[in-house]
């Protein structure tokens, strides 16, 4: 199956630093992929779409100059939390589709992010 | 705008029980459905879908779950829980007519399976 490959899982930074993060499909091309951010015992909050080659389109109330989404190739995307904040702690996820319309979301395995 | 419901934030099965996961749709055209899994500290993995067809869709781990137009529910279900099956699930929708590949998720529901 789709397999999408997140990477650091965890990262730990010091306020003030910015922290990027990586999200790869492995075995098939994504022209988009999807940046959440999930809190505790909360649901998944859609931060931005990412599009191959263009600008990512950010959901309302997501800071873009603060949370920068890089989509240079079809199967990788980036997600720099700039200027990090303790309030910026939390669970990221991206998800990808192969094929788009019927096709479900695969998600990487998320990056827990905490700024200290 | 589309929209999805799960309105048990926990629910708890004793092992060997049916469990059933709650979940409602809102959407202005057809939807897409589907239901998605979480273990901790992990990202989510797909269980199941509903596009078209048989209302009863058959998924991952012994999961299914019934489409009911009419009712606009989706929930999910299993004949006999395992302790393994403890987790959170999501159910999603996406609307056909938004023509985007954007899902909204459910709060969620933790299931509990008691030994």
């Known amino acids: 199956g789709a397999v999408v490959s997140q990477h650091p899982s965890w990262v730990i930074c010091k306020s003030g630093t910015s922290v990027k993060i990586e999200c790869r499909s492995l075995d098939f091309q994504a022209t988009t992929m999807f940046w959440y951010r999930q809190f505790p015992k909360q649901s998944l909050m859609l931060m931005a779409t990412s599009n191959e080659g263009s600008k990512a389109t950010y959901e309302q109330g997501v800071e873009k100059d603060k949370f920068l989404i890089n989509h240079a190739s079809l199967t990788l995307s980036t997600l720099t939390v700039t200027s990090a904040h303790p309030e910026d702690s939390s669970f990221y996820i991206c998800?990808?589709?192969?094929?788009?319309?019927?096709?479900?979301?695969?998600f990487g395995n998320g990056t827990r992010l905490t700024v200290t | 705008a589309q929209s999805v419901a799960q309105p048990e934030d926990q629910v708890n099965v004793a092992e060997g029980n049916p469990l059933t996961v709650k979940c409602t749709y809102s959407v202005s055209g057809n939807p897409y459905l589907f239901w998605y899994v979480q273990y901790p500290n992990r990202g989510l993995q797909f269980l199941l879908k509903?596009?078209?067809?048989?209302?009863l869709v058959k998924g991952s781990y012994g999961f299914e779950a019934e489409f009911n137009k009419s009712q606009t529910s989706f929930h999910l279900k299993k004949p006999s829980a395992l302790v393994s099956d403890s987790a959170l699930y999501f159910c999603?929708?996406?609307?056909?007519?938004?023509?985007?590949?954007?899902?909204?998720f459910g709060t969620g529901t933790r299931l509990t399976i008691i030994p």
């Open positions: 509903y596009i078209t067809g048989d209302n």
């Open positions: 999603a929708v996406r609307d056909i007519m938004a023509g985007n590949e954007k899902l909204t």
């Open positions: 998800s990808a589709s192969g094929t788009g319309g019927v096709s479900p979301l695969h």
